[in-house]
Nanobody, 121 residues
C-alpha cells in the first residue's frame, strides 16, 4: 500500500509565494516520475509540472518562470515552489507519483489527497 501525503497550500495575496510538499509512504521499491496537477472549479485537472527520478523537469507554460518542481529521492518527496502567484493559480493541487512496489510488479500511479491554494487579488 502506497500513500501520498500532501502539505502546504492555503491563502495568499497575488504576488506572494507558497510551497507544497508531498511525501510517499508505504512499500516502495522505486519512484519514476513525480508531478503536480491542479483542478480549478468547473475545469479539468491539468498538469502543472513533472520531474523524473533523474531530475529532468517539465513545467506547464502557464507556470514557467514562476513555479519550480523539485524532489528528494532519498526521502521520496516532491515539492512545488510557487512564486509570483496569480488569482488564476487558484485551484486544488494534487501530487502524483508513478511507483513500483517490488522488483517484479508493474508501475502504479498514486495521487495525493489534494490541497487548496487560493490566491486573492
Amino acid at each position: 500500500q502506497v500513500q501520498l501525503v500532501q502539505s502546504g497550500g492555503g491563502l495568499v495575496e497575488a504576488g506572494g509565494s507558497l510551497r507544497l510538499s508531498c511525501a510517499a509512504y508505504g512499500t516502495i521499491f522505486s519512484i519514476d516520475v513525480m508531478g503536480w496537477y491542479r483542478q480549478a472549479p468547473g475545469k479539468q485537472r491539468e498538469l502543472v509540472a513533472t520531474i523524473t527520478s533523474g531530475g529532468r523537469t517539465n513545467h506547464a507554460d502557464s507556470v514557467k518562470g514562476r513555479f519550480t518542481i523539485s524532489r528528494d529521492n532519498a526521502k521520496n518527496m516532491v515539492y512545488l515552489q510557487m512564486n509570483s502567484l496569480k488569482p488564476e493559480d487558484t485551484a486544488v493541487y494534487y501530487c502524483n507519483a508513478l511507483v513500483g512496489v517490488s522488483t517484479t510488479s508493474g508501475m502504479y500511479t498514486y495521487w495525493g489527497q489534494g490541497t487548496q491554494v487560493t490566491v486573492s487579488s
